[in-house]
């Protein structure tokens, strides 16, 4: 923790990554990788299946230890500190994490409990959901009776309940249609505006245009990083997937 203050800005800063490896056994999961991620930013962690994407959000949600290196979130160090990174941070996969066997009310309650809020927060934040969101028709629903849209929100909403520093979205919105996935990242830029750090991976390239900067990984190393416009204009590209391709794949425009 003392270190991290030593760190430029680090009042702004909530994910700190310098020379970061993880190796299993001779396999180079991730090879020196060095960012940082702000306050309030929309960071898109890009790459292809393989690239060492996982494994690298395992490490900064605290599930994994790096084989050397550094790197802290909100403030607390990877090696040592994994239990208060984890108080600290909200999750959402591509499956959304919720139990269908559950109503809404349900889930928000249990998951409420899990980050440790009290019986009065999780009833106001539960009254604030269903009020912005007009639910009150899906409290007493179950999970796996609700439409994928919404199950996509009440997850969201369910990872920055406890209000965290930053939220982890791993292809949050893969299986949805245009439409709604749309919807989904004016969500994600309301909760950035909130002072929550959102740090996305996804596999649709238009989304990485929404974000405030991108990192593109490949075999285990970050290639590229910056935001979306400096690199299409470096690159002589004209779309995020352009510019995938081009530094990820080899391919020539």
């Keep these: 923790m003392e270190r991290f203050q030593d760190i430029d800005k680090a009042d702004s800063t909530v994910i700190w990554v310098k020379n970061m490896t993880k190796k299993f056994g001779k396999f180079v999961a991730n090879d020196n990788l060095t960012f940082s991620v ?9 790459g292809a299946n393989g690239a060492g994407k996982t494994t690298a959000i395992r490490i900064l949600c605290g599930l994994l230890s790096p084989t050397s290196g550094e ?4 403030g607390y160090d990877v090696y040592k500190q994994s239990e208060k990174i984890k108080q600290s941070i909200g ?22 409990g899990i980050y440790g809020l009290d019986k009065k927060t999780i009833e106001q934040r539960t009254n604030e959901l269903i009020e912005k969101f007009g639910m009150q028709d899906m409290q007493k ?3 796996k009776d609700i439409p994928l ?15 965290p520093k ?28 909130m002072g929550i ?16 900067r991108v990192s593109i990984m490949s075999e285990g190393k970050i290639i590229e990083l910056g935001k979306p ?12 997937d352009e510019l995938f391709f081009k530094v990820a794949r080899n391919v020539n425009y």
């Design 197 to 212: 750090t959102v740090f996305v991976t996804t596999h649709y390239m238009d989304e990485a245009e929404y974000c405030n």
């Design 38 to 46: 702000e306050k309030g930013e929309i960071f898109g962690f890009l």
């Design 141 to 143: 629903k179950l999970i």
């Design 71 to 74: 790197a802290y979130v909100a």
């Design 229 to 240: 416009k400096d690199l299409k204009e470096k690159h002589q590209v004209n779309s995020i």
């Design 166 to 193: 930053v939220v982890f979205l791993d292809e949050p919105t893969g299986g949805v249609d245009p439409i709604t996935r749309r919807q989904f990242w004016d969500l994600i830029n309301e909760t950035a505006e």
């Design 149 to 163: 849209g919404w199950k996509q929100k009440i997850a969201f909403s369910i990872a920055v309940l406890h209000k």
């Design 91 to 112: 999750y959402m996969s591509q499956k959304f994490s919720l139990y269908d066997d559950l109503n809404m009310m349900e889930n928000i309650r249990f998951f409420g």
